[in-house]
């Protein structure tokens, strides 16, 4: 079976200063992950994923997420955070079968 | 590239009618998925299609919810009769390949409120 864990319902900050929004996941095999974002109203949004390769894996919108295989996480970040990053952020697990397997969402809320 | 649509947007019904929604994902994606997003709730898969078969429906509710999709191209989830529990965002996506290698793209949704 696979699972996402995000653990933090909302994460605060100050636009200018970093944000993180964390996730943990458990799959066996290689793991493919993903984040996306939601606005109100609107669908799923793809900000980046994992398959295979570098860690350090870059998106849209200068967000990043490094994967970490011994701790089993896909954190996001982006090193200077905007008003308007303020939204619902998914982190989601695939296997190689296809179905997805989100996380309950992080709130993000960036205040001026 | 034209995105995956859904219509209607919004739909309020009474509890135990019935209601359709419709899916039209991204031309040449073989896989459909159809995933309900219940408020302050991740989204969880009811149902994903491999071209016009069905790969996964462990967690569709087949007492009540159908879907179909017609020579593996548009798709349509059926609700048959309503609950109040069904109020949620339903969501369609599709990939280009089942193991989602190429990612997943999603509709805007359409959300559904049951009085």
């Known amino acids: 079976a696979q699972s996402v864990a995000q653990p933090e319902d909302q994460v605060n900050v100050a636009e200018g200063n970093p944000l993180t929004v964390k996730c943990t996941y458990s799959?066996?095999?290689?793991?493919?992950l993903f984040w996306y974002v939601q606005y109100p109203n609107r669908g799923l949004q793809f900000l980046l994923k994992?398959?295979?390769?570098?860690?350090l894996v870059k998106g849209s919108y200068g967000f990043e997420a490094e994967f970490n295989k011994s701790q089993t996480s896909f954190h996001l970040k982006k090193p200077s955070a905007l008003v308007s990053d303020s939204a619902l952020y998914f982190c989601?697990?695939?296997?190689?079968?296809?179905?997805?397997?989100f996380g309950a969402g992080t709130q993000v809320v960036v205040t001026p | 590239e034209a995105g995956v649509a859904q219509s209607p947007r919004y739909k309020i019904i009474e509890k135990r009618q019935s209601v359709a929604f419709w899916c039209n994902p991204i031309?040449?994606?073989?896989?459909l998925y159809w995933y309900q997003q219940i408020l302050g709730q991740g989204p969880k898969l009811l149902i994903q299609?491999?071209?016009?078969?069905?790969?996964?429906d462990s967690q569709l509710p087949k007492d009540r919810f159908s879907a179909e999709r017609l020579k593996g191209v548009d798709s349509t989830l059926k609700i048959q009769p309503a609950k109040l529990e069904d109020s949620a965002v339903y969501l369609c996506?599709?990939?280009?390949?089942?193991?989602?290698?190429?990612?997943?793209?999603f509709g805007s949704g359409t959300r559904l409120t049951v009085v």
């Open positions: 996506a599709s990939s280009l390949e089942r193991d989602g290698n190429y990612g997943y793209t």
């Open positions: 799959v066996s095999g290689n793991p493919y």
């Open positions: 994992y398959i295979t390769g570098d860690n």
């Open positions: 989601a697990v695939s296997h190689t079968w296809g179905k997805l397997q």
């Open positions: 031309s040449g994606h073989a896989t």
């Open positions: 299609f491999q071209n016009n078969g069905v790969v996964d």
